[in-house]
Structure formats: structure tokens, C-alpha cells
């Protein structure tokens, strides 16, 4: 299972073919303090974890379902059928998912949050749950700060709805077109072009559209006024 690595798009059909008999009732989780986000390098990072779970801790597998990288990558850990070993009592019933970084000092990049927010949105269909079903590893654990300081609870579990219903046709694309435009949906790529190359919208400093954003009234107005402009250039 280790070394299969998932793009945003990807994501919700693929965990669709993941058998899994076990009851899920929760998903919890966690970072990995060690490797931080600034150490992640890769596949070899994933395999690292791996080992160390492996040889040092004597478990069968990798500890965690799933693991998010700085870059928006999502990696399949243990399968999903299979209960986890990553929170002490909650591991029969529950998914692991760990963010890549140390939050307690580190950031989320946009791309992990987008990627999360992906992940979350996907196991709470396939396993019938809602956002008050997702809890951090120190919920359960009060010595522990895991998944960091800078993540609140209340705030992940609001990001839950920032996503729209994905359509079909998204598993088809292509995986590393996907990853390089995980900010907008696949369903508004071509408006979303449109929209750029007429300069309706700009995008933000990072060369980022930010897709899954809410928009201001004062965002909505600035791009019907250059719309109106738009239109109004075209006409002489
Ligand atoms: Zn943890």
C-alpha cells in the first residue's frame, strides 16, 4: 500500500474502491512534529516514517492512513480496512490522518489545506460522517499538542464545507495537471481561463486563483465591473 500517491482529483474515486468492513465512526488527526515541512523530501520521507513505525515501534505497518504533504501530495498509508496505530484507545474505529509538518511552529501551506480539506470531505462520504466527526490526536491525549498549536478544531472542521461536490468527470484528469492547479475545481477551469485571459479576475500575488475561497461583495463588484468594461471596449 505505501508509495501510492494521490492527487486531490484522484483522491475520492480512488478511496471509493478501498474495501473496509470495519465500522469508522471518527477520523483523527495528527502531524508528524518530525520530519517538519521544511524536511519533506518525498516518497523517501513517507518511507521513513514507515521504518521508523516498522522497526522501531513494532508495528505491522505504517501507523497512519494517510499522510499530506507540503506540496498538496496525499499518501496512502495503512489501508483503510485495517485499524491503525496512531492514537492509544481510538484506533479500532477511527482513520489517521497526518499533515507533514511541525504546527506547532510551521504553517499549513495552501496546498496541504486544500489536499486536507479533499481528504476530509472524501471519508466523511465514503464512511457517512460529518464534520463534528473529525478530532484532533490531543483530544485524546491532553499531554500532547498533535496535530499542533496552530490548527484549532472548530476552524478544520469549518473548512469542511469550503469544498464543492466534486463532479465525474474530475478522477479522469490528468494527475499532474491536477496538482499543479489544485486551487481551482475542474468544473470552473475553463470559466476560470476565460476569466483570466479577459482579465476579470487577477488572481492573488502567488499566481494563485484561491477556488475554493469565499469571495467578498467588494471581490463580486470589482470583477463585474471589469466585466462591464470589458464588454463596453468590445463594442467600439
Ligand atoms: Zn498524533
Redesign the pocket.
Known amino acids: 500500500m505505501l508509495g501510492i500517491k494521490l492527487t486531490g482529483e484522484k483522491f475520492r474515486s480512488w478511496l471509493g474502491e478501498q474495501p473496509c468492513t470495519r465500522k469508522v465512526n471518527e477520523i483523527i488527526l495528527?502531524?508528524t512534529w518530525r520530519p517538519t515541512a521544511s524536511q519533506y523530501k518525498g516518497k523517501q520521507t513517507i518511507q521513513a516514517i514507515c521504518d521508523y513505525h516498522v522497526r522501531e515501534q513494532g508495528w505491522g505497518d505504517i501507523g497512519y492512513h494517510f499522510l499530506i504533504a507540503p506540496d498538496g501530495a496525499i499518501w496512502a498509508g495503512r489501508p483503510v480496512g485495517q485499524s491503525g496505530a496512531?492514537?492509544r484507545g481510538r484506533n479500532a474505529h477511527s482513520i489517521g490522518v497526518c499533515l507533514i509538518g511541525n504546527f506547532d511552529e510551521e504553517e499549513l501551506t495552501e496546498r496541504q489545506r486544500l489536499s486536507l480539506i479533499i481528504v476530509l470531505n472524501a471519508l466523511l462520504e465514503r464512511f457517512k460522517l460529518t464534520a463534528e466527526d473529525i478530532n484532533f490526536?490531543r483530544d485524546y491525549a491532553p499531554y500532547?499538542s498533535?496535530?499542533g498549536m496552530k490548527l484549532d478544531k472548530a476552524i478544520v472542521r469549518s473548512w469542511v464545507s469550503e469544498l464543492e461536490a466534486p463532479n465525474e468527470t474530475a478522477s479522469e484528469r490528468d494527475a499532474d495537471d491536477a496538482l499543479s492547479h489544485p486551487d481551482v475545481p475542474s468544473w470552473a477551469e475553463e470559466a476560470v481561463k476565460w476569466a483570466l485571459k479577459n482579465n476579470i479576475v487577477k488572481g492573488f500575488p502567488s499566481g494563485k486563483i484561491e477556488g475554493y475561497r469565499h469571495a467578498t461583495r467588494a471581490e463580486v463588484i470589482v470583477m463585474l465591473h471589469r466585466l462591464w468594461r470589458a464588454l463596453k471596449e468590445s463594442q467600439h
Open positions: 495528527h502531524h496512531h492514537t490526536h500532547k498533535c496535530p
